[in-house]
């Protein structure tokens, strides 16, 4: 009795949405992300593999295309192989934003073929491919945009007169070639279609502040999610439509929380000029003070408590491991030490966990926002890493500051504040940072690693 070819695709199918699912669930704790990876990956083998395995052999063309296949996933994954060993901490974020575009420049070429091809028939096919092809064109170019601007290759942002109306009717025009589309199929009308979808994406991108790109990127994400998903109803590959229901639905939802922390709506964040004006706030009292990094250290040493809020410069110091350092000598001489982390620290989604795991700092010293805001008032010192907007003290009290209402790490409830940081520039977001100018915070200007090293240097010669 043979057994039916269908059932076992099927079957493949099921498994590499459960592998998926399994995945994704294991990737919510630090503890199992990297198991998570994994298992995900292996569905996603899996659900190539089974694609390719039961490919219409029929197909003239099929010898060709499975060439064309194998060389472009050999030529790929070498690629990602490479560059994911070789990039570096700090461009993370831009690797991440190239792989969301990439992504959703692979949905927008399904469309395209589909359309082209005019293999896409009906209103339900074709409205579902225009659709997936314009979130995944939007994606693709917005992404590109966003590496850029991390990359340093683009300004932070680019605003004009009636950018906003400009992009209403690039977006409206777009729509109204798809709806011209579903009246009669031309390659004209597709590519004006695709045109649109790219151009929309470019201008849709370009004026958001860099302080607003780890939001971007979620967003990003989810947008290409979609787009898989809505491609994957087109071919009916149940892999894709799974595997783009988990990504759009993760990203949006982190997109959400994301937003939620900054206390800001997603159209607030896409349209604002956040960190971009200076609004008037004034001038701000206090002084800036400087420490050195002995002194520092040494008040850290007879400390019962010290926690400890990175942020981007962190990353560009590569001080992750000096920093984990200095911590175990803390906590050999008895100090309780514990990472504080802000849901949009640094320049993507859970850079600054990232950055702590590759230290091997323990997952149980580490804690969200919400968890230990409500003990740096216990704290004796705080150590600030590189973070600007994430400690500004101006998000609760200053009304005329961009960043008024954004939750924030409570730091400057400390009895001591220390912060390392590169010199006296405002940040990322360009909004100047109250703290700074507080009596219980003192600067602690250097590389960040450099800085460590002097810190460790320092407890090392005071002794057990």
């Not at 937003?259 to 002084?287: K, P, Y």
Request: neutral net charge.
């Amino acid at each position: 009795m043979n057994f039916p070819i269908g059932l076992l695709i099927q079957a493949s199918y099921f498994a590499a949405a459960f592998l998926f699912i399994f995945g994704l669930k294991r990737m919510s704790s630090p503890v199992t992300a990297r198991g998570g990876i994994v298992w995900a990956g292996a569905g996603m083998v899996v659900a190539v593999l089974v694609s390719l395995a039961f490919a219409s052999p029929e197909n003239p063309q099929f010898k060709t295309n499975l060439a064309l296949i194998l060389i472009a996933l050999a030529v790929g994954n070498a690629w990602a192989w490479w560059q994911g060993r070789r990039v570096p901490m700090t461009s993370m974020p831009q690797m991440v934003a190239l792989y969301n575009g990439m992504g959703g420049g692979a949905a927008a070429a399904i469309a395209a073929v589909e359309l082209y091809g005019a293999h896409a028939q009906g209103y339900g096919p074709q409205g579902l491919a225009l659709l997936g092809a314009l979130i995944g064109g939007v994606s693709f170019s917005g992404s590109l945009v966003a590496w850029a601007k991390l990359e340093g290759k683009m300004q932070k942002s680019i605003r004009f007169s009636g950018q906003k109306i400009l992009n209403a009717l690039v977006l409206l025009a777009t729509l109204a070639v798809g709806v011209w589309i579903l009246g009669g199929l031309t390659e004209l009308k597709v590519s004006l279609f695709f045109a649109g979808a790219l151009a929309f994406g470019v201008l849709m991108t370009i004026p958001i502040g860099g302080a607003d790109m780890p939001v971007v990127i979620s967003l990003y994400n989810a947008f290409t999610g979609m787009a898989v998903g809505l491609e994957g109803f087109v071919l009916q590959n149940p892999a894709m439509i799974i595997a783009g229901v988990l990504v759009g639905s993760a990203g949006t939802l982190l997109t959400i929380l994301m937003a939620r922390a900054m206390n800001r709506s997603l159209a607030n964040i896409l349209f604002s000029n956040f960190g971009e004006v200076d609004v008037g706030g004034g001038e701000i009292a206090g002084t800036l003070k400087s420490a050195e990094a002995g002194d520092a250290a040494i008040q850290m040493r007879y400390a019962s408590k010290v926690i400890i809020a990175p942020g981007y410069g962190l990353a560009v110091a590569q001080a992750q491991h000096k920093l984990y350092e200095f911590v175990k000598l803390l906590q050999e001489r008895g100090v309780e030490v514990k990472f504080a982390i802000h849901p949009v620290a640094g320049r993507m989604p859970g850079h600054m966990n990232v950055l702590l795991a590759e230290a091997g700092v323990p997952y149980d010293i580490i804690f969200d926002m919400e968890d230990i805001n409500n003990e740096f008032k216990e704290a004796d010192v705080a150590l600030v890493i590189g973070a600007n907007d994430t400690v500004n003290p101006a998000a609760r009290t200053n009304k005329a500051s961009p960043i008024y209402g954004m939750p924030i790490l409570n730091v400057d409830q400390a009895k001591q504040v220390y912060v390392i940081k590169r010199g006296q520039g405002k940040g990322y977001s360009g909004v100047e940072n109250e703290l700074f100018y507080r009596d219980n915070c003192n600067m602690v200007y250097g590389d960040a690693q450099k800085v460590m090293v002097q810190m460790i240097q320092a407890v090392k010669e005071l002794g057990a």
